[in-house]
């Protein structure tokens, strides 16, 4: 058997001996002996199979901010890791080598080759044992889609809950309501990127469209996962405001107010070389948008800001300053057993940090 070979979860098998993936918004239609878009799910024999269970691309020790989230376990270390394939085909995709890798890669999750030079195969407890050996405080699914490594993700979700890490979820939001369901017992953190709010860059963008995330977003938010929003702002393509306005008032009738969102600033990659990076003046007009329709909480990534900090909303008093130091907490932030207050106004502060983690 091929060493990533696992059966699949959620599909189902049609009369005509093709295959219907449950996990992503996609639900492809497989036929035999084929692989739907992420190229990872494949056909044998009228049923499902995962080509790359347990493969590792990539790995990594992060500060959490990294991810980014800001309010969830600030200041501890995530152990991050991520696999091959995606469902989407984003065209400034920064991880391409990994998400839409050459055809070598492929052709070694299709034979008994392995995958020896392309990546590192792990089962689900060495990966927790990873975690709890680096004193990490969770464990990130990331640098590519996790829906496409659904089986792995779930079967390390459940041992991670098992042996008190928290799972993160760092993805396109793609995922069918059914694939959040059956995950979402074990995942604490969806930390969703929000590419647009509009379906012609989804379409034009991403190879994708918009409703699905938004319909998943609204899942996440339904079963109780914490969430947090990313928007990598392109400029000429996601940066205007209109746009802006609409995305604000959605996440706040739908979320709340204290959801925080990040602004993160394009470098220029992949399919969009020929577009400048984004500059402080956009990000800042951008995050005075959000900030104006009532978002309390609206960050500058991807480059050097005071806006990555965390101000108070009520009195704007610096609480967390992360420009030189990822969750290097100030004076002026006061915790009363699980519950934050500014130390100047006394304004409940959105974090969760357990009295266990000390920030």
């Not at 990872?40 to 590792?56: D, E, S």
């Not at 990130?140 to 993700?153: K, L």
């Amino acid at each position: 058997m091929v060493s990533g070979l696992k059966e699949a979860m959620l599909f189902e098998t049609l009369l005509s001996g093709d295959v219907r993936c449950g996990v992503c918004a996609r639900r492809c239609t497989i036929a035999p002996d084929k692989t739907g878009f992420c190229r990872v799910r494949k056909n044998v024999g009228g049923t499902l199979y995962a080509l790359n269970y347990g493969y590792i691309s990539s790995e990594a020790i992060d500060p959490i901010e990294k991810k980014p989230l800001y309010h969830f376990l600030p200041g501890t270390t995530t152990y991050s890791l991520g696999t091959f394939g995606c469902n989407f085909h984003c065209r400034h995709c920064q991880n391409h080598a990994i998400s839409m890798p050459d055809e070598s890669v492929y052709k070694a999750m299709f034979s008994d080759l392995g995958l020896s030079r392309f990546g590192e195969v792990v089962t689900p407890d060495e990966v927790i044992q990873r975690a709890l050996l680096l004193d990490t405080k969770s464990i990130s699914f990331t640098y590519n889609e996790p829906a496409v490594w659904f089986e792995f993700v779930y079967d390390t979700a459940v041992l991670a809950k098992e042996n008190g890490l928290s799972v993160i979820l760092v993805t396109n939001g793609y995922m069918t309501p059914e694939a959040l369901e059956k995950l979402a017992p074990y995942v604490d953190a969806y930390r969703v990127d929000l590419k647009s709010f509009t379906e012609n860059f989804y379409s034009e963008i991403c190879s994708a469209h918009l409703n699905p995330v938004l319909e998943s977003i609204l899942k996440a938010k339904e079963l109780g996962l914490y969430i947090e929003i990313v928007t990598l702002i392109i400029p000429g393509q996601n940066d205007g405001i209109e746009e802006a306005e609409s995305a604000a008032s959605w996440i706040i009738q739908n979320l709340g107010a204290e959801t925080p969102v990040h602004l993160n600033a394009f470098l220029p990659h992949h399919q969009m070389e020929d577009i400048k990076s984004t500059s402080s003046a956009i990000l800042e007009r951008l995050r005075s948008i959000y900030m104006n329709v009532g978002l309390n909480y609206v960050y500058i990534g991807n480059t050097i800001s005071d806006f990555q900090n965390t101000y108070c909303p009520e009195c704007r008093s610096l609480l967390i300053n992360r420009i030189y130091s990822f969750g290097e907490s100030t004076a002026d932030l006061d915790r009363i057993g699980d519950e934050f207050r500014c130390g100047r106004c006394g304004r409940i502060i959105s974090l969760i940090c357990p009295n266990d983690i000390d920030f």
